[in-house]
C-alpha cells in the first residue's frame, strides 16, 4: 500500500478517508529536523552549511514513518505547498532515504477528495529553489539571532534581541 505524508494529524484522518483505505496517510507534525539548539548549526566556512539534527521530539515520529516507508509500495510527500513544506518534504525524503530521482512530492491548496487526487496523478519533483529558500532564511535567522543578540544584550541594553532567533 501506497504511504501519504502530510504535517497534519487531522489532514491525515480526513485524507484517509477520503481515499477509502486505498493509501496509507500519516503526519509528520510540521519539521522533523532543524539547526541544532545548542550550537550555531551553521558552517560559515564551508558555503554557510547547515547542520541539521532531527528534533528531539520527532524522533518517534521519524522511526514511525521510516517503518511505514520501508513498506510502502511508494510515498508520496504532501506537506503544505509552501518553502517550509517543501523545506519538510525534502528533510523526510532524506530521513527516510527515498530516492531522489523519484516523483515524491504532490501538493494541494484544499483538503478536498477532488484536489488529492489531482494531486496523486501529478507528482513531481522537489522544488530545490524553494528549498533553497527556506535554508537560506533559517540560516540568516540563525546567524543574525545568534551573533547579534548578544553584542545587543551587551552594548545596548539587557534583553534586546535581534532577528527571529531568541536563543
Request: aromatic letters at 6%; glycine letters at 6%; a positive charge.
Amino acid at each position: 500500500m501506497d504511504l501519504i505524508i502530510v504535517e497534519s494529524p487531522s489532514k491525515a484522518k480526513t485524507i484517509e478517508k477520503y481515499l477509502k483505505g486505498k493509501y496509507k496517510v500519516d503526519a509528520s507534525g510540521g519539521h522533523v529536523r532543524d539547526l541544532p539548539e545548542k550550537r550555531l548549526g551553521v558552517d560559515i566556512a564551508n558555503n554557510f552549511e547547515p547542520k541539521y539534527t532531527v528534533n528531539p521530539d520527532k524522533k518517534e515520529v521519524i522511526k514511525r514513518l521510516s517503518d511505514r516507508a520501508a513498506k510502502a509500495g511508494k510515498v508520496y510527500l504532501a506537506t503544505d505547498p509552501d518553502r517550509e513544506g517543501e523545506a519538510i518534504s525534502w528533510h523526510l525524503e532524506k530521513l527516510l532515504k527515498l530516492d531522489d530521482k523519484e516523483k515524491h512530492r504532490i501538493e494541494f491548496n484544499e483538503i478536498s477528495e477532488s484536489a488529492v487526487k489531482r494531486a496523486l496523478e501529478n507528482p513531481r519533483d522537489i522544488d530545490q529553489n524553494l528549498v533553497d529558500a527556506q535554508q537560506a532564511r533559517r540560516v540568516l535567522d540563525r546567524l543574525v539571532g545568534y551573533k547579534l543578540s548578544p553584542f545587543l544584550c551587551k552594548r545596548i541594553k539587557d534583553g534586546l534581541s535581534a532577528g527571529r532567533e531568541q536563543d
